[in-house]
């Protein structure tokens, strides 16, 4: 039995998110004029750090814009080997054919959706867990036909039911009819069902997400054993009340004790570890978690640069 399918390329995710994405990519853009104008304002012995610092802040919410997309990437559906696999990008089902019903249903006879448990709203598609208006919980990946940057979908719903658990999946994507043949076909002959293709994309999204989230646990490590290691360098050398804020002149206008600020930076590290490790368990989320990466390694480069403005003065 030959593979169908429908899956999203990143261009049409990208599309499909513009307006969210579009919106923060005009603040990143914004941030960097700003750290442009600081470099240009600010004194000598501050101005790399000010325009480094809101640099990459700027540079990490332009960087998202391309980056999230990914998450929806390559999500939607496949029949093969006897199996459906249906990767919403917030959440998967791997059903064998043989049992699954299908049917065509309008979406406004109870089958909208209603509230969103877990997924995605973007221009033309929504994915992920959903309750319907017939107060039905389904897993959802539906787009809107016809729409900019989104292929020709059929005007009705086509609902999948698991005759097993009674589990739903609503599906609205090019190629529907070439899935209700994939059923019929296992149905009629249960013996070409195999478990192994199915069972293989299963087991990679976990491989996948087990990955994120021990490589935002090692980065956590690496980053709060790298404060740690700061804070014993430079505490010794440091005086009881210390600078924490310069402004855009490089007068100090900010201070804190010593010992808040051998712990504040830890701390934030602890803090940046535990969202990123956090985050990353979550379905849809393959990205979501690099800007708080990118954040531990901001916050190293700042710790440094306030302790020595603090040991050494002004550079």
Not at 49 to 59: D, E, P, R
Request: glycine letters at 12%.
């Amino acid at each position: 039995m030959p593979a169908v399918g429908f899956h999203l390329t990143y261009a049409q995710a990208l599309a499909d998110a513009r307006g969210t994405l579009f919106g923060l990519g005009g603040v990143g853009l914004a941030i960097l004029s700003l750290a442009a104008v600081m470099w240009f304002v600010a004194k000598p012995h501050v101005r790399r750090m000010m325009s480094f610092a809101t640099g990459s802040v700027g540079l990490i919410l332009l960087a998202l814009v391309f980056l999230t997309p990914i998450s929806l990437a390559g999500a939607g559906w496949t029949a093969s080997g006897g199996r459906l696999v249906v990767a919403s990008g917030f959440g998967s089902v791997n059903w064998p054919l043989t049992q699954v019903h299908t049917e065509w249903v309008d979406k406004e006879a109870g089958y909208r959706p209603l509230e969103r448990i877990g997924g995605y709203g973007g221009a033309n598609l929504q994915a992920g867990h959903f309750v319907l208006a017939n107060g039905q919980h389904a897993l959802l990946f539906v787009g809107r036909g016809g729409a900019a940057g989104w292929p020709a979908a059929h005007p009705r719903w086509l609902l999948v039911t698991n005759t097993a658990n009674r589990q739903v999946v609503l599906l609205s994507t090019p190629n529907l009819p070439r899935l209700q043949q994939a059923v019929a076909q296992a149905q009629a002959d249960p013996s070409a069902v195999s478990s192994r293709n199915g069972a293989s994309v299963a087991t990679f999204g976990w491989v996948l997400r087990v990955a994120q989230v021990v490589v935002n646990g090692l980065v956590a490590v690496v980053a709060v054993a790298v404060q740690i290691r700061l804070a014993r360098r430079y505490g010794p050398h440091l005086p009881e009340v210390v600078a924490s804020h310069w402004g855009i002149r490089g007068e100090v206008d900010g201070s804190m004790s010593k010992r808040a600020m051998l712990r504040l930076w830890p701390v934030l590290a602890i803090g940046m570890g535990v969202l990123a490790v956090g985050i990353s368990c979550l379905p849809g989320t393959l990205v979501a978690a690099l800007p708080f990466c990118l954040l531990q390694v901001l916050f190293v480069v700042l710790a440094r640069w306030v302790y020595r403005q603090n040991v050494d003065g002004p550079r």
